[in-house]
């Protein structure tokens, strides 16, 4: 319903963007099974599906850009992300998945890696001690997706990482 929507007002999408918006935090006996399948199918199978939709035109045109947004719990996760690191995990290895699949029929998939905190009041609010130099600036992480979108095919990255200048990794 929304694919078709998007493709009436806009036309055929060129870039798809996904990213799941659930965080929760807990460890394993913390975490339900419902929350644990919620948080997979938000971040995994919301990606799947909304891939499934914008790929057959993609294929036709022989081009287009699938960026799928991924973070630390997708590559180091922490023992309170019992479902958002398996989640982040299998979206990332879906994109893995994807890559190899289409990158050799023109559609350029990539995995981002958003590795530290953004800056939004949500998070100002949770980390009040934070300075700007420690977050993420939304328009940098906006410059990153511009960039892999618009990447030549001659050199095309299927794994970024964003991340603070000052952030452990």
């Known amino acids: 319903m929304a694919h078709e929507r998007i493709g009436g ?3 055929t999408p ?3 963007i996904y990213n799941g918006g659930r965080r929760p935090f807990g460890v394993l006996v913390e975490t339900t099974p419902e929350v644990f399948e919620e948080t997979w199918r938000v971040h995994a199978f919301g990606a799947f599906l909304w891939a499934r939709q914008v790929v057959p035109a993609m294929l036709e045109r022989h081009k287009g850009a699938i960026l799928i947004t991924g973070a630390t719990a997708g590559i180091k996760p922490w023992p ?3 479902a958002f690191g398996p989640a982040k995990f ?4 879906l994109a893995q998945v994807m890559s190899r699949d289409l990158h050799p ?3 350029h998939v990539a ?3 958003v590795d530290g905190a953004i800056d939004m009041p949500l998070v100002r609010q949770f980390l009040p001690q934070a300075k700007d130099e420690d977050l993420l600036k939304p328009s940098a992480i906006a ?3 511009w960039f892999l979108a618009h990447q030549d095919p001659s050199a095309w ?5 964003v991340r603070p200048f000052k952030e452990k990794f």
């Open 9 to 11: 007002e806009l036309g």
């Open 14 to 16: 060129e870039v798809l």
């Open 80 to 82: 309170n992300s019992a």
């Open 90 to 93: 299998a979206v990332r290895g």
């Open 105 to 107: 029929q023109g559609i």
């Open 111 to 113: 995995y981002v890696n």
């Open 143 to 145: 410059d990153a997706f």
């Open 157 to 161: 990255s299927h794994e970024l990482e």
